[in-house]
């Protein structure tokens, strides 16, 4: 213990040193993160060990502000000497023709933070996630249907220095864990999945308070009662949006819509949008980072602003955007906790966290019972963002049909469309309970960052494209 405070110690001087540097070469605004990332991947395939990966990386990114624009320093070392040598190439990097008088607004705190975890996954052994992940597998040997199974487990620990010209001085830890059973079934002629599991910022208790072999059984069982599942109608529908699919609208469609970076550039269909009405008035839509131990939940963003809750639409009125420090600025904004990169090695963006809408004051049976005809989902496979023209497409795992307020038939995979504003606009029942749902969120090329999105049950009108 001893040992790692020494260090955190050094790591933080050098860190000082180089925003330093980067002030007297002229940065208006500096700052400077060390980052360690440490990944561990287990999964097995038919009672078999497919993947075993344990690895980590971590270096420094340096940022000065000059005149309206960033420079990037980075090193894959935490040698004073290369980081001192990175926090000179940020200025380089930065200078050129002045583009603004932009001043950013940083925060100056300092506080360090471990993760709040019960059971921290690096004091777990690796025999033990071995054998999650395999009885995963095995539980979902319930019938010779289950053509194939898959067993998953990861995790990522994430820690974090970070100080800048402001005067912030940070440390701070960040635990994921996920596990997942998949099954496939085939029947000779159709083939379905199914796929369940927990995912949290939590430690190592997300794995030992689940019930593994229920997971693992559950999977088996719905992947074998889709294989009856019928073709889906089509048309514009009455659909009742699970808490995944009313995610990703809320995540795709007016999400990314919402991202400061976005509406700066004029590439948003909501650009200028704050004040006008966008749904009904049942929907309040949050981006809220501080969700205790939702996956995409941080203490700071990667630009050391406090992670908080913005709230983008209000009761069906456009309210606001999410920011970094820059977008912040431009639009006469507070910074919201938004600004986030991938890795030390990547670029900070306006990105989301844990995005999802807020309840309402339905039971999801009597939601059901009121509805005449209709659809409800159950899970998504993927959707797709459009933030320049506003419309939302997702594939549903699978759903049933409502006919006079009763679950008839399951449904095959299907489609959903339509404009976000439209869809939102046509919501009349939400569910008292939220759920959010964790995963990957890429922007940019190659850029992923850990989020969750969710919402209730949600009632509206969707243009639907019935099954495969």
């Known amino acids: 213990m001893m040992q790692e405070l ?64 960033w420079g990037y320093g980075t090193v894959a070392s935490f040698d004073k000497d290369a980081v001192l040598k990175a926090a000179e190439d940020a200025v380089k990097n930065a200078s050129g023709e002045r583009k603004s008088d932009l001043v950013l607004e940083p925060s100056a705190i300092r506080k360090h933070m471990p993760a709040q975890v019960k059971i921290h996954p690096d004091k777990v052994d690796m025999s ?210 938004n600004g986030r990169a991938e890795s030390f090695g990547k670029r900070t963006w306006v990105r989301m966290t844990n995005t999802y809408f807020g309840p309402g004051d339905w039971d999801k049976d009597d939601l059901v019972a009121d509805t005449k005809h209709g659809i409800l989902c159950d899970k998504m496979v993927n959707g797709m963002e459009d933030p320049v023209g506003g419309c939302f497409e997702a594939k549903c795992l699978r759903g049933f049909l409502i006919e006079n307020g009763e679950i008839t038939d399951m449904l095959q995979s299907f489609t959903l469309t339509g404009r976000s504003v439209e869809i939102l606009s046509s919501a009349d029942a939400l569910t008292k309970e939220v759920i959010l749902d964790g995963g990957m969120c890429g922007k940019g090329i190659e850029d992923w960052v850990r989020v969750s999105s969710g919402g209730p049950y949600m009632r509206a009108r969707m243009i639907v494209g019935g099954g495969q």
């Open 6 to 69: 020494v260090k955190a110690e050094q790591s933080q001087d050098v860190l000082y040193k180089a925003v330093e540097r980067m002030q007297d070469m002229g940065a208006e605004f500096a700052d400077a993160k060390s980052q360690t990332i440490r990944n561990v991947g287990v999964s097995s395939m038919n009672g078999e060990l497919r993947q075993l990966v344990q690895k980590s990386s971590g270096g420094v990114c340096m940022r000065a502000w000059i005149g309206g624009r």
């Open 128 to 337: 033990e996630k071995i054998d999650v992940v395999l009885d995963l597998d095995r539980a979902q040997t319930i019938d010779e249907r289950i053509a194939n199974r898959v067993g998953a487990y990861s995790e990522e620990i994430k820690e974090n220095l970070l100080v800048n010209s402001a005067g912030s001085d940070l440390g701070w830890e960040e635990v994921r864990t996920l596990c997942r059973a998949m099954s496939v079934a085939f029947d000779g002629s159709v083939m379905e999945r199914y796929y369940d599991g927990p995912d949290s910022t939590l430690g190592y208790e997300v794995v030992k308070d689940a019930d593994i072999e229920k997971i693992g059984r559950t999977a088996a069982e719905e992947a074998i009662k889709t294989l009856a599942a019928k073709r889906a109608p089509s048309g514009n529908l009455t659909v009742i949006s699970d808490p995944m699919v009313s995610g990703l609208l809320a995540h795709e469609a007016m999400g990314h819509a919402s991202e400061g970076d976005e509406i700066t550039k004029k590439r948003s269909f909501l650009t200028g949008a704050v004040g006008r009405k966008v749904a009904s008035e049942i929907i309040t839509m949050y981006d809220n980072g501080t969700v205790p131990g939702a996956h995409g939940s941080i203490p700071f963003d990667d630009e050391g602003t406090p992670s908080s809750c913005t709230k983008i639409i209000d009761k069906g009125v456009y309210n606001g955007y999410m920011h970094s420090l820059e977008t912040a600025s431009q639009l006469g904004c507070k910074p919201t906790g």
